[in-house]
């Protein structure tokens, strides 16, 4: 077996946009406008939630789970992004590419069973309205959210792991603008079956687990509404449950074209970071225009704030 120093590569450098030298300060720019719009948008809907009491439900509760990840997921690569853009410098140290490896395959992965917990939220209110409340009570919720963050954070220790125990002695370039399983394995010199096989069998165990509950959510959800008589409860079910499928779409969408592909597919570079982009960065500030735009009472929340806000200004 070959053996090599882990320490050789003490830095990465990230290529991802070095190829645009001449757009790095328009970039900046359009980027820091994206990550201010993230946090305006999912800070108003965590204020909205946390301060209306009308939303202090589960499906709320999940809701703002959600923009807390939205929050977080981003802010592991933008800022580092940003500051790479600004200064012209393009590298992260080692133990800096361990940790937003880890942090944002963990918040990603988070998300996956989130959306699975929200879709079960969703299949429980429409099946089983009556014994909504008994099924989907405080402790229940806890729970499900708790197991959510300590599966994906476990996930992610595992990938972790198993990514940085590889060799790096042929290159530290990571073609990507953050530190990625894939990308960075592909610098490994050293054999990287095991990583390979872990990233195949646990992330897809977890990963079609995750997606056949939310899909056999939706078959169930569907089914029962179209047996509904009411149109306008027809209506009133589906958009509750259109503003998730959404972000179910979108997120399953940029996810499944980032990872799942054969290998021997003809693809650019360039399209699979802008496709990354939309992932890491863009998803994260649609979901809470997605949210406000489709649900009545987020709007009327956040308008009932901010009136109180201004109230209180002109005061």
């Known amino acids: 077996m070959d053996t090599y120093n882990l320490t050789t590569v003490t830095e990465f450098i990230l290529t991802g946009l070095s190829d645009l030298p001449e757009m790095r300060y328009p970039l900046f720019v359009v980027f820091s406008v994206i990550y201010q719009i993230t946090l305006v ?25 959600l923009s807390i990840l939205d929050i977080f997921c981003p802010s592991v690569t933008v800022p580092k992004m940003l500051k790479n853009l600004l200064t012209g410098m ?23 069973f989130l959306l699975s917990a929200m879709a079960y939220d969703r299949y ?3 099946c089983f309205p009556l014994r909504y409340t008994l099924i989907m009570t405080k402790g229940h919720c806890v729970q499900l959210t708790a197991s959510t963050w ?7 220790l595992l990938h972790t792991v198993f990514t940085f125990r590889l060799s790096f002695c042929k290159s530290n370039r990571v073609n990507q603008y953050y530190c990625d399983i894939p990308p ?10 095991v990583a390979d096989m872990v ?10 687990s995750a997606l056949s509950i939310t899909g056999l959510s939706y078959i169930y959800i569907i089914s029962t ?11 009133k079910a589906f958009s509750t449950c259109a503003s998730h499928l959404l972000v179910v779409g979108l997120f399953y969408g940029t996810v499944l074209f980032t990872y799942v592909r054969p290998s021997s597919s003809h693809h650019s570079p360039t399209r699979d970071r802008l496709i990354s982009m939309l992932y890491g960065v863009i998803t994260p500030m649609l979901n809470p ?25 002109q005061v």
């Open 41 to 65: 948008g999912n800070g108003a809907i965590l204020l909205a939630i946390g301060t209306e009491k009308k939303l202090h439900t589960p499906m709320y509760y999940f809701l703002a789970n």
């Open 124 to 126: 429980v209110a429409i």
């Open 289 to 313: 225009i997605i949210y406000s735009l489709r649900n009545t009472e987020v709007k009327g929340a956040l308008r009932e704030v901010f009136n109180h806000k201004i109230f209180s200004l």
């Open 225 to 235: 509404i179209l047996k509904m008589r009411s149109a306008e409860g027809k209506r």
């Open 150 to 156: 300590a599966t994906g954070f476990l996930n992610s």
């Open 199 to 208: 990233v195949l069998v646990v992330a897809g165990i977890l990963g079609i």
């Open 90 to 112: 393009q590298s992260i140290s080692f133990w800096g590419c361990v940790f937003q490896l880890f942090f944002l395959v963990a918040l990603a992965g988070t998300e996956v």
């Open 184 to 193: 960075v394995v592909a610098l490994a010199c050293s054999s990287t079956y």
